[in-house]
């Protein structure tokens, strides 16, 4: 799965040398407007509020959320693709998300690549795999033994048609050979509903929205993504251990400037955020909030972008999912 | 035993001082934005979000919570004397309540709106209190083929209960169920009919939708009746009912607190629906059914007691699973978790202060509201006295802001202003806008749950047949339908819309 794309994260990271000593001259002259292409009390919009004032101190300009909410996000990313490249007008998003719609939508009214300039990458909060207690079985292979003993019954509850959790429980199903039936619900908690009542079976949902829900025993645990097992579940394996495919799937939340930003403003930005990322109350917060701190360069972030795309239009093709018709 | 406990814990947390003034605010606000037509609770709320973000977690629930059902409170008296609905819950409201109004019983109206309501916000919160668990597991035994059947119920009963055609009122479900389903299909990820407008993806704003046809469009509607300003300066000489007519209301108290607290509990029910369930139900069983439309107290009693139960009730999915069951608990999830608790079952344990202390200051801010409402209804009354050339503006520009303030898109001011205008034009062909809504509402939710349970049984449609709860909740369908086709009901009802 991971295709080498090392020169194309090159270029998108031109112009991305070390400018430090200039950065301070970078300076902010008016509002800087961070845009939430979701509603408030998501993942997002949680970090533009914590993070919004302090770069609001660093940057000596008020920075000002903005929800633009949309399906996707779309309306939000579209805004701010759109808006002078002066760093005066930020995204913070899903990462994940962002990396799939290209090939989800064919007629994307902005190009994720070009349109949108990554600054940083803010943080990683995993995905738990979770089915409903009534499912006899404790991993992907016991799941496996068990759709083939009853085919028809497995069903996995998504938070949306061509949401990156949908599109990781068909990658990683058909990885252990599970023919289960993808069930689009209006959201994650709706999604979270729908397995703990019975009604689908099978999830692959942010680990802290579906912790405590494992820990009460309305919901089995299987296995978490990324590279490390969750503290509090340090039973159930990570998607490394288990070698599946899009491992590092989860919830990636960056940061990104318009179009047309200059690289040393991109610079500045991303040291200020790396700095309010490193104060040891923000990070306590967001690992409050399940995620762990992922601070990096543009460049980083960059190449990120261009290996999940890959990855992500991939999948979307495999599975034939079209949002646009 | 643990539930003293637990309440002398939640009453712990409510009455502190901070805390109380917290929930005098919420329902204070609340009041005012009931009272004031156009401005819903889900505006106010979602405006006043951000500014909980420092308040400790219980006193922003207290206060946003005691906004929602403050509402409750305040939106009938706006319905009782202006025959504006101040909240969408309050629109069965205004049959009775304006009729008792215009009768010069607007004193009683009042007080028996507050009374019904405080009646049911007691035992509501008693319900929350002593049932949120098992009722949150009834919740769970609900799966899409149920959900399918209870929205067929529901739109089927909101049909029952439209004034005037029976028709017209089917059409008007049609016709909310179409433009419900504007928006990308769940199902399929698809846009259907957007227009390639990008923000119709996520469907017609709600909010503009009832902002233009319950706000707009009524300022629009008074406006050509230049001597409407009289509905405004209703005597208020009695305030109290007199005791046959309290002891007319307590069963229907009673049966109202009994169907919003069930409704309220479901996902998708709460207050609107459990008012428009309670006042079929008390026409269905009154012994005089053609008093109702004409000033029953009946009437406002028993949808009152309802939406403020169904409001209350609604917290029970949300308090006790994080599950928001409507628009403004989905607020308060968002709520929750700018305060970092994420909410789900574990909040009841984890954050007893918390729970106990939102359900204890719940019953606070009804005996709060009761003061506000009753010996002060003058001075909310003095509100709506303000001129119309100074109201309306100020409502105009109130029901902008709001509609504006949810998504922060000019396009849904142009669909708040275009609805208005649908709106007035649904007043001058005599069809009745709540069915319109309710299938603005419920269709999605039908369609959406159909198609997940046919996904879930592989295209096999017995599912809906087989499952005891929706096989049931079809059955009621059909009984309604007969009820409903029946020549010697339908003779009867039409009797009894036509004014």
Redesign the interface.
Known sequence: MLTRRSAVAGLSATGLPLFAPALRAQTFTRQINLIVPF????TS??LA?LIGPRLSQALGQPVV???????SG??GA?FVARQAGDGHTLLIADAGTLASVPA?FKRL?FNVKTDLVPVGMVSFSPYLVAINPQVPATSFAELAAYDKANP?KL?VATS???AVNHLTAMVVGKHFGLNW?A????GG??A???V?????NVIFNGA??TL??V??G?LKGIAVSGDKRLEALPNLPSFKELNTPVQDAGSWQGVYASKGTPAPVVARLNQELNKVLAEADVAA?IR???SDVRPGTPASFASWMDKAMVEWGEVVKAEN????? | MDLIANLATGFGVALTPANLAFCFLGVLIGTLVGVLPGIAPITTI?IL??FT?TLPPASAMIMLSGIFYGAQYGGSTTAILVNLPGESSSIVTCLDGHQMAKQGRAGPALAIAAIASFFAGTIATIIIAVASVPLSALA?????AEYFSLMVLGLTGSIALAHGSAVKAVAMVLLGLLLGLVG?D??????RMTLGI??L??GIGFVAIAIGLFGISELMIALSRPQDRTLLSVALSQLWPSRKELKDCLPAMLRGTAIGSVLGVLPGGGAALSSFASYAVEKKTSATPERFGRGAIEGVAGPEAANNAGAQTSFIPLLT????GNAIM??M???L??Q?I?P???VMTAQPQLFWGVIASMWLGNLMLVILNLPLVGLWVSLLRVPYRILFPAIALFCCIGTYSI???QMDIGLMLLFALVGVFFVKVGAEPAPFILGFILGPLME?NFR?AM??S?GDPMVFVERPISAALLVLTALLLVVLILPAVRAKREEVFQE
């Open positions: 509603a408030p009390g998501g919009d949680i509020r959320v903005d929800n633009r909410p949309s399906a779309n309306v579209d989800l009214s028809g069903n949306g048609v061509g039936s069930v689009p619900y209006r908690a709706a979270v509903r729908g703990v009542s019975g009604e689908s802290i929205a405590p829900f820990t009460q309305q917060k409050e909030l399940g999912i079209s949002l646009d018709g | 979602a979000l951000p973000f769970l035994k609900f799966t899409a990308i769940v199902n399929t990820g698809l846009p990008g923000e993806g996520d699973l994080g599950i928001p989905a607020l999830v968002g709520a978790m700018i970092g994420q789900g079952p574990q998504s922060n898109s959406e997940r996904n879930l592989r």
